[in-house]
């Protein structure tokens, strides 16, 4: 089955223009991405999504596939799904193009699921939460999963919320519950990543600002793979240099 990673790379960003072209250790981010996701065993073709010329023109001068698409996307989903219409995969991932610290195994893990059992129509990851204020806070997206390890909801709040323990208990006892947060790379069977921009909102899509409860909403089997690498996202300049200094010290 063919799994080609797709990463969306917009020039236009409020808190950081420009940010897929800033340098990390002398190259631009999106190929630091670029690099690592195409070691993932489990992908066959990497593909940068992008609205801009000159990040067409950077992602060629390093030899990676770059499709240009339309500008005026309201998500990232959108744009994946303009380049999935074109291409012949059985599954797209989805890989967010300011992840420049991602582990390629983390993919690997994103997208075994759905090898294994056809009837998962996404996947995404999940890792513990070892800090309680990363429990409370609602830029800190939560999940809880059944015990076949399918999403039952995302939410900004803590959950689940353990009614037993007083605030310092919980604390203490935070490594051992396996409470989860949310990490954003998604797995898409094809078909239903063209079906999906043509989805209304829902509900609680609205209520949380949170696109992947449209489709638990409306019944997709999305398949949460936990994993016990970390995340280095970048929004600010601030946070290029702390991966900077983290990229130095791999």
């Known amino acids: 089955m063919k799994a080609t990673a797709i990463i969306p790379a917009r020039y236009g960003s409020s808190r950081f ?15 630091h991405v670029c690099q690592r996701v195409s070691q993932a065993e489990m992908v066959d073709q990497v593909i ?18 770059v499709m240009l698409t339309r500008a005026d996307h309201p998500t990232g989903t959108d744009r994946l799904a303009e380049v999935a219409l ?18 390629p195994k983390m993919v690997d893990q994103a997208i075994a699921p759905l090898l294994k059992d056809t009837r998962i129509q996404m ?3 999940a890792a513990k ?10 830029n800190v997206v939560k999940v809880v999963k059944d015990l076949n390890g399918l999403a039952l909801y995302f939410s900004r709040a803590p959950i689940p919320w353990p009614r037993d323990l ?11 519950l396996g409470l989860l947060r949310h990490i954003g790379l998604y797995v898409y069977r094809r078909e239903l990543l063209l079906d999906y921009p043509s989805w209304p909102k829902t509900p609680l899509e609205s209520l949380e600002n949170l696109e992947q409860l449209r489709a638990l909403e409306r019944g997709v089997r999305l398949h949460v793979a936990e994993t016990e690498f970390n995340c280095h996202g970048v929004d600010t300049p601030a946070d290029l240099e702390r991966v900077a200094t983290l990229m130095s010290i791999e």
Do not use: C, W
Not at 166 to 176: G, H, I, V, Y
């Open 86 to 103: 074109k291409i012949d995969a059985e599954l797209i991932v989805n890989v967010q193009g300011d992840e420049p610290l991602i582990n």
């Open 17 to 31: 223009p420009g940010k897929p072209l800033a340098l990390i250790n002398g190259l631009p981010m999106i190929q």
């Open 123 to 125: 996947g995404t990851l």
């Open 48 to 65: 940068v999504a992008t609205d801009d010329d000159r990040i067409v023109a950077a992602v060629e001068s390093f030899g990676v596939q």
């Open 129 to 138: 939460i070892d800090q309680i204020e990363d429990f409370y806070s609602p």
């Open 166 to 176: 007083s605030s310092e208990q919980l604390a203490a006892a935070l490594p051992q």
